[in-house]
């Protein structure tokens, strides 16, 4: 009993520097690998989805972004790449025979050509309808 007393002492009179000792590292500094992955709260977006109505090549009713209105839209029927292909074709296949006036044809139809939708109201251009 007597030496477990005077292990306790021996351990008691050493002095004991902490000059030599590295300082701890900083709390602020992680390791990247062995620290927990902190996730940052993923901000919510709201999106507002507008499903347009599909055009035809008639008038139809929208919501018109520009002035915010329902009504009806106003078409213009221009001609599209495919109206002049068609009519290039027409020209090609009748050149031989002189009836490459009938390549006028696609640019006298309606239905050959784009409609271009707008606003009857603001005049806005809404979408354009092509059948081919
Ligand atoms: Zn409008």
């Given at each position: 009993?007597s030496?477990?007393?005077?292990t306790?002492q021996?351990?008691?009179?050493?002095?004991?520097e902490y000059?030599?000792l590295?300082p701890?590292?900083?709390?602020?500094?992680?390791?990247?690998?062995?620290?927990p992955?902190?996730?940052?709260?993923?901000?919510?977006?709201?999106?507002?989805?507008?499903?347009?109505q599909?055009?035809?090549?008639?008038?139809?009713?929208?919501?018109?972004p520009?002035?915010?209105?329902?009504?009806?839209?106003?078409?213009k029927?221009?001609?599209?790449?495919?109206t002049?292909?068609?009519?290039?074709?027409?020209?090609g296949?009748?050149?031989w025979?002189?009836?490459?006036?009938?390549?006028?044809?696609?640019?006298?139809m309606?239905?050959?050509?784009?409609?271009?939708?707008y606003?009857?109201?603001?005049?806005?251009?809404?979408?354009?309808?092509?059948?081919?």
């Amino acid at each position: 009993m007597s030496t477990a007393r005077t292990t306790v002492q021996e351990i008691e009179m050493e002095p004991v520097e902490y000059s030599h000792l590295p300082p701890p590292p900083p709390y602020a500094v992680t390791d990247p690998i062995r620290s927990p992955v902190i996730t940052q709260p993923v901000p919510v977006v709201h999106q507002t989805i507008i499903v347009q109505q599909l055009f035809r090549d008639k008038p139809v009713l929208v919501n018109c972004p520009s002035c915010h209105k329902r009504n009806p839209t106003t078409i213009k029927y221009v001609n599209s790449k495919k109206t002049h292909l068609i009519a290039g074709c027409i020209c090609g296949l009748t050149f031989w025979c002189l009836l490459c006036c009938l390549a006028v044809i696609p640019y006298m139809m309606r239905s050959l050509k784009a409609a271009d939708h707008y606003c009857s109201n603001c005049n806005y251009y809404l979408g354009t309808y092509s059948k081919l």
